[in-house]
Every structure is written in C-alpha cells, then in structure tokens.
C-alpha cells in the first residue's frame, strides 16, 4: 500500500505565495513521476505541474513563470511553489505519484487533496 498526503494549502491574497508538500509512504520501491492536479467543483482535474524523475518538470501554460515544482527523492517528497496566486488559481490540489512497490507492481496514487483559496 502506498499512502500519499498533501499540506500546505490555506487563504491567501491575490499576488501572494503558497507552498505545498506532498508525501508518499508505505510499500515504495521506486517513484517515476509526481504530479500537482487542481480541481475545481464541476471540473475534471487537470495537470498543473509534473515531474519525473530524472526528466524535465512540466507545466501548465496558465502557470509558467508562477509556480515551480520540485522534489526530495530522499523523502519521497514533492513541492509545489506557487507565486503571484490568483484567483483562478484556486481548487483542491491533489498529489499523485506514479511508481512501483515493493511487490514490483505498478501503482499510481492520489492523496486526500488540499484547498487553495484565492482571494482579498
């Protein structure tokens, strides 16, 4: 079993920063990829940013230059930075990590999710 949980999220004002962590845990052998996918009510998820592992990061083209995405392999670990939020941006962030277990199956996880509010 792989666990995946995501914190950082919370209110803040348009122009302002945000930093969310997502953690994976539990029957990890390898990660390939880890991901941030906002929602928002009626919406599908959509990717924000990517990265996998020893490749390039990915980004959404409404987030470039706003939000970078790194990872702690170390920690099975992955950031969101976000900067210059706006209102737009906000949605439930929901980490998902794409790896191999222990039991050399394959999984792809998704954590609980946390909410990013937008707004003065």
């Known amino acids: 079993q792989v666990q995946v949980v995501e914190s950082g999220g919370g209110l803040v004002q348009p122009g302002g920063s945000l930093r969310l962590s997502c953690v994976a845990s539990?029957?990890?052998?390898?990660?390939?990829?880890m991901g941030w996918h906002p929602q928002v009510p009626g919406k599908q998820r959509e990717l924000v940013a990517a990265i996998p592992s020893g490749g390039r990061t990915n980004y959404g083209d409404f987030v470039k230059g706003r939000f970078t995405i790194s990872r702690d392999n170390a920690k099975n670990t992955v950031y969101l930075e976000m900067s210059n939020l706006k209102p737009e941006d906000a949605a439930v962030y929901y980490c998902?990590?794409?790896?191999?277990?222990?039991?050399?199956?394959?999984?792809?996880?998704w954590g609980q999710g946390t909410q990013v509010t937008v707004s003065s």
């Open positions: 998902n990590v794409f790896g191999r277990s222990t039991d050399r199956r394959s999984f792809n996880s």
């Open positions: 539990g029957s990890i052998s390898s990660i390939y990829a």
